[in-house]
Each structure stands twice: as C-alpha cells, then as structure tokens.
C-alpha cells in the first residue's frame, strides 16, 4: 500500500533501548530536498529558509520509492510497500551520519540494520533536487546476542555509526551495538565471472571425469549489486554499553567509549585494545559520574574529549601518558546557586560532544541548553542557547515520564557558524552564531506540499495563546528528535524522528 507521506512527517516516541526487534524490515523514510544556499544574516536561521521538494519511502528490506510531486515511481525494487503508519520499535532510527563528501548519508536503527543513501547525481545541478537521496545499500549490522556469563541480553541496535574517508572505489564506515564495533566495506560489482571449469552455470560441482577441456572464466556484465561486507570486528573489550566511537585524524586508529572506559583500537587489530581512559572507582558504591560522549579532535590526533553525567569535560593529550586519566583541561562552569534544584544534576548531564570543524570549539548539549566552549578558556562557555528553557517548569513531570533523561545530539553546520539540535513535539532548532538569530522549526503533516517552506513555531508559556503559537501544555513529550546531521559543507540537513528520516535544504536566495 502506497502512501503520500507529508513533508516533515513525524510519528512516534523514540525510548530508552532495550528491545526485542524483528528482522527484515526497515520502517519508511521520507526525504526532501531543495536548493543550495549559503547561510547568511537573511537566511541562515530566518523565515522560510528551509523547504521540501521530494520524499523517499523506504519499506520492507530495500524497496525503494523516490517520488516528485507527481508521484512519479522511479526506483523498486523486491517485494512490496508497506503502510508507513504502520512501524515497530525495530524501525525507530538510532543514529545518522553523513561521509565526508556529503554523497552518502548512513542510517542505523533499533533492528540492527544500516540503511545508506546516495545522492542523486543527476540531481546535482538541477536547482530543485540538488539534495535529492535514494536508498544505496541495505544490510544488517548487527544481531542480537546472549551473554550467557551474565544473564545478560544484548540488543541489536545500532548506537553509532562513523565513516572513514574514501581511500579508493569502495567506502568503508565502523557501526557498533552495545559491545561490538564493526568494520564495513561497502562496495559495487557490475560483473560477473562465468566459465568455471570446475564448477556448472548453476554453480554445482562438475564431476572431473567429464572435464576434457580447459575453460579461462571470463566477466560478464550484470546488473550493478551494492555488497556490504564485515571486514573487521571489535569485540569483547567493553564491559559496559558503548556510547560513542570516533575515528582519528591519522586514521589508523578509532575510539570506543563506555560509561566509565575508553579503548583506543587500531584498525588492523582486532583482539587487543588499549585503555586510555578508566574511571571506574575500585568500590563501585563511591562512583558519582559516568562517560557520556567523546570524540578525537579533527586535526590533532593526539587529543581528544570526553563529557560526563556532571556535565564537565575534559580534554585529554595521548603524548602526556598512555592512561589519560589526568586530563590536560577540564571545562566546567560553576553552577547558580538560585537555580538549584533536585533536577540540577540531571539536567546538566552532557549527552553529547562535538569539536567544531576548526578544532578550536567544543559544543555540548545537556538537557536544555547547547553551549559552545572554546579550548582557551576552561571556567565558563563563550555561548549558551536555551533548546527548550519554557520546560523547566516541567521537570517533574519529565521526570515522572523518563523524558528527562532523553539523549539529544547536536551538529555543527560546515563553517560552524549555525548550530542545529532536537527537541520535543517533532520540533528541532537552529542557531545562528553570527546574528545570534535562533529558529524552532517543526516536524509535521501540515507540510504535505513538496517543495513547502518550513514555518518558524513558537511556544507560549502563560497568557494569551497567539494563533500560529502552540501551548506548552499541549507539548508531546512522545514525539521527539534526537538524531540529526548537516551536510559537511552544503546548507542540507538529515532530521530522524522516529521511524522517518527527512532530509531538507537551505532554499534559494
């Protein structure tokens, strides 16, 4: 069954992991697009600056169905299309992540499985679908497992995903669950060998006493095949759930990071690892913080950083010492005493950690506020913005839920001059550095039109609701953005809600 899926289309809660997902299947996923233009003062965080132009639907294993506003059916492929309303948990996408060019765009979800999307090619110098993506490859990742030693289940959801750069033909990304990184190589075929002497067409084995004569196989041509392929698997080094891999600037090694342990791999070596980072106190009744995020400076591949349930950050050197548990600069800004609460240390919990692009800031988002750090300066951050500053008034009731303690991330654009992360009732939000101008932009049904503008929301806290504003009563804490990406250096933006990915652009001057 065949649906229109309407422009920034969101539909249920993403929640804490532990699941039992089914196999096969991959929710629906829509994709708009539009046209490249620089941020600026006008643009970059302004009305109407962001619009949709296509969608994809991506049902059951690798359907595929890009479609304009003609509904104009240009790929399908295998077995049927299923009702996009209709998705389990194993659908709810997890992670994004674009490669460095931009050309691919890698989703993982609660079933374990990586979807990969390429940019249309032909799209890219045609003004209204130059950020048009179509489904590339489809593969399961990973499994669920048993730790028969612990009684303990292993999901099969995909935490992280991260790309290396693309050395030759092939493309190669890490995926990792809770316990296990793995390599994948991701690769086209478009022949064939044919001519086995040992083998017929069918591939059975021939009887060698009816072989009398010498065939040379030769390649055919076939129909272009995307294979995925593990190349490397990294497992059996942490004993706690992984939150965060990043791979190096010399891009030989990678990091894998738990609640309280960080390990540092080389991509060649799979059956040892070094720790470089241990927390974990030797009576666990003393333990007060745990690792939340960290991630390898883009430049230097001696440094790297790492958040923590405190909400502070340090900035670790691998020249220093091989065990990095003295930090070289620890970030942390002294608390307001008239702000305290009994949800002060929650909500000031880092879920994630970003370094610019320039490697001379670090962004951290915790529960209501993203806030940029810069490496010279260790009290206090140089900026913070305010995700959702009407929900303090909510904490209890976010805490009642376990809303409270949702993990959202936040990206940088190219330059780093804007700043985009997520928040609640399909809404995410957008700040501008420069102008210091900020958008609340919304995930909905109303925008059903291809190529619709994206209107700027407001909340109302108290007294008279305006017409286009929304209550925050009326907020719905079950629909969620957690995940987003920004195109390395074109204004096109990846925004997973649930079991939907969208994937919008700056529009034209």
């Known amino acids: 069954m065949l649906l229109s899926l309407p422009a920034l289309h969101l539909q249920t809660s993403e ?31 302004g009305e109407g600056s962001w619009i949709l132009v296509c969608r994809l639907l991506v049902p059951t294993q690798v359907s595929l169905l890009s479609m304009e506003e003609d509904i104009d059916t240009r790929k399908i492929n295998n077995s049927f299309l299923r009702d996009h309303s209709y998705a389990t948990e194993a659908d709810i996408i997890s992670t994004v992540e674009f490669n460095h060019t931009g050309e691919l765009l890698a989703t993982g979800d609660k079933g374990g499985r990586v979807v990969i999307f390429q940019r249309e090619q032909e799209s890219k110098n045609q003004i209204h679908r130059r950020g048009e993506y179509n489904v590339y490859s489809t593969f399961q990742s990973h499994e669920p497992e048993f730790d028969y030693l612990k009684s303990l289940e292993i999901e099969e959801k995909i935490n992280k995903i991260r790309w290396l750069p693309q050395q030759n033909a092939a493309y190669f990304l890490l995926s990792t669950n809770d316990k296990t990184v793995k390599l994948w190589k991701v690769s086209e075929r478009d022949k064939r060998p044919e001519g086995y002497n040992l083998k017929d067409e069918e591939g059975r084995l021939r009887d060698p006493a009816t072989i009398t004569t010498l065939r040379v196989p030769v390649l055919r041509p076939m129909d272009l095949m995307v294979e995925a392929t593990p190349r490397r698997v990294f497992a059996n080094a942490h004993t706690y759930h992984i939150n965060s891999i990043s791979v190096n600037s010399d891009y030989e090694t990678y990091m894998s990071a738990d609640d309280l342990r960080i390990n540092l791999w080389n991509f060649e070596i799979t059956n040892q690892s070094f720790n470089i980072v241990d927390i974990k106190p030797a009576n666990m009744e003393e333990l007060t913080e745990v690792i939340t995020a960290a991630e390898f400076h883009p430049h230097h591949c001696n440094t790297f950083v790492y958040s923590s349930s405190k909400g502070t950050i340090r900035l670790c050197d691998m020249r220093a ?20 609460s009994f949800f002060s240390e929650i909500i000031s919990s880092i879920s994630d950690v970003k370094f610019s692009h320039s490697g001379r800031y670090i962004m951290t988002r915790d529960y209501l506020t993203v806030k940029v750090w810069d490496l010279n300066m260790e009290n ?57 101008r900020d958008v609340t932009l919304e995930a909905s049904r109303e925008n059903s039109k291809p190529r619709a503008i994206l209107k700027p929301r407001k909340v109302c806290v108290g007294g008279k609701r305006r017409k286009d504003e929304i209550s925050v009563d009326s907020l719905d804490f079950s629909k969620k953005i957690l995940h987003t990406a920004w195109h390395p250096s074109e204004n096109i933006i990846a925004v997973a809600a649930t079991n939907n990915l969208y994937i919008f652009q700056d529009k034209v001057n």
């Open 380 to 436: 206090r951050p140089i900026e913070t913005y305010q995700v959702h500053d009407y929900l303090r008034s909510k904490l209890c009731s976010l805490y009642e839920n376990d809303c409270i303690f949702d993990k959202f991330e936040c990206v940088w654009n190219g330059s780093d001059s804007v700043i985009m992360t997520g928040s609640y009732n399909n809404f995410f939000r957008m700040f501008d550095r420069n102008t210091k």
């Open 15 to 45: 929640h804490h992991p532990l699941f039992q997902l089914p196999h096969g299947r991959l929710g629906p996923w829509c994709s708009p697009t539009g046209s490249p233009a620089p941020l600026s003062c006008e643009t970059g965080c």
């Open 321 to 340: 010492s091989a065990l990095c548990d003295r930090h070289t600069k620890f970030f942390e800004e002294p608390e307001d005493p008239s702000n305290r």
